[in-house]
Every structure is written in C-alpha cells, then in structure tokens.
C-alpha cells in the first residue's frame, strides 16, 4: 500500500496500531469526510453521476412538485427551500428555476460541508446561504427540504452475529490491508429483542446519521410546516446483509482499499426513517420508486416537450429519461420518500 504521510491510509493504520480496531461506523464517516472535502467527485470524469447531472427534467420537476405544494398549501411566506448535500447546485438551479414559474421564490439555503463543493454551488446559485448543519437554518417559515443521494453517504453501523454472540463490526489492520472483524465487545443489547435470534454471520446495519437527519427534518416540518423529499438507493422494508460499498472511477471497488479515495455508501432503509418522522410529529406521504413518481410528474410528457424544442438531441433526453425511470437503471432501486407538515397537503405521485 502506498502511502503518503498524511494519507488516511496511514492515519488508520497508526490509529489501529496504537489503539486497537476501529468501528467501521468510524472508518467509514473519517473517510469520506477526507473524501467529499477534497474533490468534485460528480461527472463523467469524476466517480459517479447523479440524476440531476444526468438530466434537467429531474430538477425541474422537484421545482414543481415544491410549487405545486406551496400553492396548495396556501402560498405563506417567507418559505425556505433547502437542500442536504446539494452536490454542483444542479438540481437546485433546475427545481428554482421552474419552481420561480408559478410565484415560488424561496429563500435558498445549502447544508454543504465541502469546500471544493461550496465553490461550485456559488457559480450555480449565488443566493444561497451555507451552513454546516440544519441547526442554523431559520426557525420560522415553511421548509421546502431536498435530499439527493445525501443519506447513503452517511456512516453505517453493522452488528455481526458470531459463535460468542452479537458483535460489532469494526475495522483492523492487517499485512498491510483493512479487513473487516468482529468486536470483543458483546452487543446483544444492542439488537432489537425480535431479531436476537440469527444464524451465525448474520449482519444488521443501522445508520443512526440517517436516523437523526430525519428526526431533526421531521422536527422543524412539525413545528414550521413544509414539506421533505428524500430521494436515494434503498428498499422500503427492514432486511439483513450488508449493502457497505465503494464507487471510483464509475466501478465499484473493494471499500476497504482506500479510504478517502472512493465514494463509500450503504442502501437506505426507508421504513424505519418513515417511522421516526411519524413519531416526531410530521406526515409521511409515502415511498415509492423513483421511476414512478417521476412519471407520475409527467417526465414522459416532459421528454416530449424537449424533444420538440430540440429534435436533433431526441436520443440523448430518451436516454436521460429511460436512465431516471428504467426498471433495470434508477427506477426501481431508487426510491423517493416524501414528508410534509402536519396541515400541509398530500403531494402528487405518492
């Protein structure tokens, strides 16, 4: 392995030397922290891509999904719109824009802790205000909040069933690699009394980050009013396994190669964040698949729409659109959860 003096490699490997394994809820939250502060990490010459790159019909209809909402929901003001992880500001520029068509022009605010990223939201959306977490976020107003492929970067936790009981999955070092062990700690208690019961080898991952970010959201729309989406990879009801993985270069990799340079994520477990937000005070609309909610949009007529603007681009928006909708591509895997304040309306596609 080689590694630089400062490289994250090195750091853990000197922190395991000294102080014995690390959770990989740790390793994985340190790595990419380094990651996501060092570098674009979106395009075609970066690791992935998300939907809002892929395609401005993705934005434009969150813009009039929020605008449908807000106006329905009886126009009050002053209204924020924020996004969690907001990437390039691409999805934020393209939902503002057609959002701003029908009278919605909110205050824009941008939970980011990048700086390489923050650079490029300001060339997107000059407006926007930057925090590092929704704490500073104004108290009052209606909240329109996007989450876009921000959940799945947060840590996860994994318990892992051996033959001495439940333990915690933690990272170690070995010969020169990162290799994934069980903890000495028991962690029985930690497990769900229904689910104790496994056969060996059995994993349960958590992700408490995704857990309090939808507390905190779930908190603000009860007490402010607005509305939430949260569209990412992930399933709609609890299961077991591991969903721990890495992306560079627009492959995935081994996750415990090389820690701060890949994108590391796990699948969102959607039915227990649905829970949360329900016990917090706010509604939850639903969580459906991304390809039926874009349709339900109208995303189909959308393509048309472009289409006859633009004829000689029609293969590159079919494209677009059968990537955003495809069962085999983003339309299934993907799934879109929707929250709302307590006296704010359903919202379309759900």
């Avoid at 824009?108 to 929704?134: C, M, N």
């Avoid at 999955?169 to 700690?185: E, N, S, T």
Wanted: charged letters at 20%; proline letters at 6%; glycine letters at 10%.
């Amino acid at each position: 392995m080689n590694e630089t003096r400062d490289s994250l490699s090195a750091v853990f490997s000197r922190l395991i030397a000294h102080h014995g394994p690390i959770s990989l809820m740790h390793y994985m939250g340190e790595a990419n922290a380094r990651y996501y502060n060092s570098r674009d990490p979106l395009g075609t010459a970066g690791d992935f891509v998300t939907a809002p790159e892929i395609s401005q019909m993705f934005g434009e209809l969150i813009g009039l999904w929020l605008a449908d909402l807000w106006i329905r929901a009886g126009r009050e003001t002053p209204i924020h719109y924020v996004e969690l992880g907001p990437g390039r500001g691409t999805l934020a520029r393209d939902a503002l824009t057609a959002a701003k068509r029908y009278g919605l022009e909110p205050l824009v605010h941008f939970v980011e802790g990048s700086t390489t990223l923050k650079d490029i939201q300001l060339a997107a959306v000059p407006q926007a205000r930057w925090h590092a977490d929704l704490s500073s976020v104004p108290p009052y107003g209606p909240l329109l909040i996007v989450a876009n492929e921000f959940l799945d970067a947060l840590p996860v936790r994994q318990m892992v069933m051996t033959e001495g009981g439940w333990r915690e999955l933690m990272v170690a070092h070995h010969a020169g690699a990162f290799v994934p062990v069980a903890g000495q700690q028991p962690m029985d208690a930690a497990i769900p009394e229904a689910r104790r019961e496994a056969e060996v080898g059995t994993i349960l991952e958590t992700c408490p980050g995704a857990q309090a970010t939808i507390y905190e959201v779930a908190g603000r729309l009860a007490a402010q009013g607005g509305a939430a989406l949260f569209i990412d990879y992930g399933y709609d009801a609890p299961r077991g396994g591991s969903t721990f993985q890495a992306v560079r270069a627009h492959r995935k990799v081994d996750p415990f190669a090389a820690p701060g340079e890949a994108d590391l994520t796990a699948h969102v477990e959607f039915a227990t964040l649905a829970r949360i937000a329900e016990a917090r005070g706010a509604r939850w609309l639903g969580t459906v698949t991304q390809g039926r909610w874009l349709r339900e949009l109208g995303i189909e007529m959308r393509a048309d729409s472009l289409t006859a603007f633009a004829p000689e681009h029609a293969a590159a928006i079919a494209a677009a659109k059968d990537r955003l909708i495809g069962e085999g591509q983003m339309g299934a895997l993907f799934k879109v959860m929707g929250l709302a304040g307590p006296n704010w309306p359903d919202g379309v596609g759900f």
